[in-house]
């Protein structure tokens, strides 16, 4: 396959929205009759060449090349007439009308004028049958459909008879593996025919499933492509990540766990949620920090959604203190003395409207209730203590927090959380987009907390954090807990392992 | 962050109230002319405050469900409701200038009133349908229900005491500018003096972010359109006695427009979040004045409509800080700038 000409090809791309370098010189290419996945952690940079080649945005600079011609795309139609056809990660079909009236709204075969609804429902079924090999009843309302049979439709109406090149976007995010396999062998189908398709996805098994070719991106940088075949599991985790197992092997560890032998905090049991992470088990001791190691969407944060209530449970058991509870409202969990800094801090943690002094009391004073509210002097007191504590800037509890930077934002939430004095805290990537100085600093915080007794969950994609934190860690893949480390274990090289997998 | 006087959110509502007071002062001296008889004053001013309670009381109650990201269609039935619901009480009365009686109907209106409001809570926080569509339901429903009140007849009264609350006079001044500022004042102690306003604007501001936090949105949202349902309801209560009648059909028509028109003056935000009830009343009043205004320079009727549509269109526009800047630097006016201007000043 390899020695045909590619039908895509672009050099050079760079692309720059303001104060950030979102594709920095990538190269890509793509050829007819492959899967080729476009592999890369949060902000590598696979949304915005999706975007690049899509039309979406124009590229600043480079050159893309498209079955021998160069192309400059000027919005998603022309990409569309060019024969690039993107399914995205929300089904963008209407559920109330039927499969053949999807697949062919905007484009109806007409008869003197009008709706051929006879000619339109035979070419849905050939299309369904020929290309995707697929049968169904077309006349049927798409809802009626399972979310996997939907997939398949939006891709079938993607692929009107010019498409020369299919954009996948995390497919497969909400199917479960059955529904996987289904699209996994149209996808295959597809392939015979000779169209190139670009596959985006979390799931390194999917990769290794379906994918010939991985392209890998890292902080907007192009690092390298490969054949699939040709790239261990491990290796391709090491660049995604943008560590060198060599370098890393003698990294010094925690030692011994303090707390082990007092009973947990907390004990999850078979805990999980269809959609969200598997079952799975999971002790936490007080003064104790466990570490959550994985890749973006391997269920990370799912698994901390479940113990902080946001999400329910569908199965297992959750034992907090020796004592069973359903956890169906972050409100319990609060009360329950659990405290979670999510990662999403702008849509999740902070709101924007409101200053620096009522973000970090807002928790406190949600437990407390409306009417028994804390006086002006005492919330003063709790802003100024805090800001001083974690070196909040600029120092001012009236500031409104939208005002501030990142790290400072995060700092607030901290603030916000160990103000109730949880006995379980829950950071979820603690430290993103914040500064070197910043991030030392929570980390020794939390080191400083969990010696006062504190159970500590520590969520991040950098390995060396999470190793110099953590005394125990689970490490996920693919939404399923893969494996815990303990004591000499704790190292990157084990972790980078037990996330590549078999 | 040091904001520019005409960035303060109250700034342009007060400065068009100040035009319309000017305009007045040049054409209609005698607008100002406040005269003092038998123990009460009289003049535009003073009819001013008297005719803008209900609209400011009902505002008010708007302005909190506005905070939360909602909106209250159905006030203006509810108005409706009140008023029916205590000229019937009264009517039926054997001794209608009794105080026990009278007292009976107001509170009889307020709870039917607060159960409404509790209803449209019930279908925004519980049944989690749009607070547009869950208030236009009663807001259509309720129009029916006032009718059905008065069997489509409009009730008359001749009760004293009733009479008082819209049309009474207590030192000086209309007893229903005492009970906009009593509800003001409620309204300001329960939102600023509680964290009851924090939550609002939490809410408000960013729903999933409140939830995490442990805020109890949904107990919020009930009690907010409770007390908006019980704004309206004492408003109704103004619109029927000042006229001694229930008219199930007109009581309190489009009152709904106008109050969300004094929120959105006032500079509160339809996308919820941070609200201001001092912005609300100087909304408030500054639509009762232009009304007045419009009547007092002898504007003929049929195009009052017209003008007062273009008056709010102006002070809507002038707000807008990139319709500002556009009118300055000359540059066309482009919305999808503005949001990101509006965020940094905040």
Redesign the interface.
Known sequence: MSENRPILQMFGIHKRFPGVHALNDVRFRMFAGEVHALMGENGAGKSTLIKVLTGVYPVDEGSVEWEGRPLHLRSPLEAQQAGISTVYQEINLCPNLSVAENIFIGREPRKFGKISWKAMNRAAEALLAERLNVKLDVTKPLDTYSVAVQQLVAIARALNISARLLILDEPTSSLDRDETNKLFEVMRHLKKQGLAILFVTHFLDQVYEVSDRITILRNGRFVGEYLTDELPRVELVQKMIGKDLELLGGMPKRTAAPGEAKPPYLRASGLGRKGGVEPFDLTIGSGEIVGLAGLLGSGRTETARLLFGADRADQGRLVIEGREIRLDSPRKAIDRGIAFCSENRKSEGIIEDLTVRENIILALQAHRGWFRALSRRRQEEIADEYIRALDIKPPDPEQFIRNLSGGNQQKVMLARWLLMNPRLLILDEPTRGIDVGAKAEIQKLVLSLSREGMAVLFISSELEEVVRVSSRIAVLRDRRHVRHLTGDDIQQTTIMQAIAGG | ?SVRWWNKPLFWPLAVFGLLLLLNLIFKPEFFAIRYQNGHLYGSLIDILNFGSPLAIVAIGMTLVIATRGIDLSVGSLVAISGAMACLTISRGDDQHALSLVLTAVLLALLVSIALGLWNGLLVAGAGIQPIIATLILMVAGRGIAQLITSGQIITVTSKPYNFIGAGWLMTLPFSVYLAAAVFLFAAWMTR????G??I??I???P?????????SRS?LLAVYMFCALCAGIAGLITSSNVSSADGNNAGLWIELDAILAVVIGGTSLSG??FSLTGTLAGALLIQTLTTTIYMLGVPPEITLVVKAFVVLAVCLIQSPSFRRSLTRGIPWSPAASGQEV?RH?
């Open positions: 962050m003096k509680t964290s009851l924090m939550f604007e939490a408000g501001c960013n999933t972010a409140s939830r995490l936090a442990g805020i109890r919020i979040g941070r965020s905040g």
